[in-house]
């Protein structure tokens, strides 16, 4: 026996889906960007050109959009989440270590010397709990949104 179906409720429910899901990705998205500057804040400015080559890399693949926080500088980032003992440091890239002086604001060189090394941060797990919290909300709203389409 042959029937009429109603597809209309069927394609609402599919177009309301659509919608939330485009929402979903909009909002991962702004999370992407803000936790990408939330990084990028509490990295220490002296740490040269570390807090600048933080960056956001969009990638398409065929689930959507994939987002990555990238850096030029990822080994810096690992030693100031961690910490560093005291330690010797000497120039790579130049002839000398430069830099001025906070007190007297005079420019200061070395061949190298020992430091005191760097206090652990901590910022690579705050920015996973800063995403993770942030993510968690977006998909606790778009489970609500998609359970109120089937009900």
């Known amino acids: 026996m042959r029937g009429n179906f109603d597809l209309s ?18 909002r991962v998205q702004r999370i992407s960007i803000d936790t990408c500057n939330f990084l990028r804040s509490i990295t220490p400015a002296k740490t040269g050109e570390t807090r600048s080559s933080i960056e956001l890399k969009t990638k398409k693949t065929a689930t959507g959009q994939q987002y990555e926080i990238y850096s030029k500088r990822a080994d810096i980032l690992r030693l100031l989440d961690r910490g560093t003992r005291r330690h ?3 120039p790579i890239k130049r002839k000398a270590l430069h830099w ?28 996973k709990f ?11 709203v778009t489970r609500l949104a998609l359970r109120q389409i089937f009900k």
């Open 88 to 90: 010797f440091v000497f």
């Open 100 to 127: 001025i002086d906070p007190v007297t604001g005079e420019n200061r060189f070395s061949m190298g010397h020992a430091v005191s090394g760097i206090r652990a941060k901590g910022i690579i797990i705050a920015t």
């Open 130 to 140: 800063y995403l993770y919290t942030r993510l968690q909300r977006v998909l606790k």
């Open 9 to 26: 409720r069927f394609i609402r429910q599919i177009e309301e889906t659509q919608r939330i899901i485009e929402q979903s990705n909009q």
